[in-house]
């Protein structure tokens, strides 16, 4: 709660809704076809969020932080409920798609982040986007994108979205409270 996130399953009209708009709209059967397998969710990785303007967020793949070694297979659709990525904070992306995890760097914030400076080797040889979503609009992608929270102390507005992960059954996070999806 302390920063700007609220579970979904803390809010049960939400969550339905949010659950019956990815059914009707077919992200649920996408996510099926994706993970190859009927998708569960994460209580504690479904959730709504609401974030104003502040510092730099870290740099993370989604999937390390689930606690090192772990296999898993994810899908997370994040979505947009206000324009942002301009004057709202919004995503900011590495287009370079690994099949590993970034391991941290000494001057990284956490043993599961990776630092400005990684980050900053990889931007020579690919791109690192901040993209502008409208209200509605989408972003999928799984355990291993490279991506933050882009946010400046400058921005004058707030950002909310939907943040909801969809895990294969057979592979999901140890520890962690499932929900059918």
């Known amino acids: 709660h302390n920063a700007g996130g609220c579970l979904a399953a803390d809010s049960p ?8 708009m990815f059914e009707r709209s077919g992200v649920t059967a996408l996510a099926r076809k994706y993970l190859g397998e009927d998708p569960v969710m994460s209580i504690s990785k ?4 609401r974030v104003s303007a502040g510092e730099e967020a870290g ?4 999937g390390r932080f689930l606690g090192e070694g772990m296999d898993i297979a994810s899908l997370n659709v994040w979505t947009a409920l206000t324009d942002c990525g301009e004057s709202a904070p919004g995503m900011e992306l590495v287009l370079y798609y690994p ?10 914030a956490f043993d599961w982040a ?5 980050v900053d080797e990889l931007r020579k040889r690919v791109p690192v986007v901040i993209p502008k979503f409208r209200a ?3 972003l999928m992608f799984d355990e291993w994108l490279l991506h933050r929270t882009s946010r ?3 921005m004058p507005d707030t ?7 969809f895990f294969a059954p057979s592979v999901f996070p140890v520890g962690r409270t499932a929900l059918r999806a």
């Open 152 to 154: 400046r102390p400058d």
């Open 159 to 165: 950002r909310y979205a939907i943040e909801s992960w």
């Open 59 to 62: 740099w993370h793949q989604d």
């Open 114 to 118: 990776v630092s400005n400076s990684q």
């Open 136 to 138: 509605g609009d989408m």
């Open 99 to 108: 099949d590993h995890y970034i391991m941290a760097a000494p001057d990284s």
């Open 46 to 49: 479904f959730m709504l969020w």
């Open 13 to 20: 009209r939400a969550m339905f809704l949010i659950l019956d």
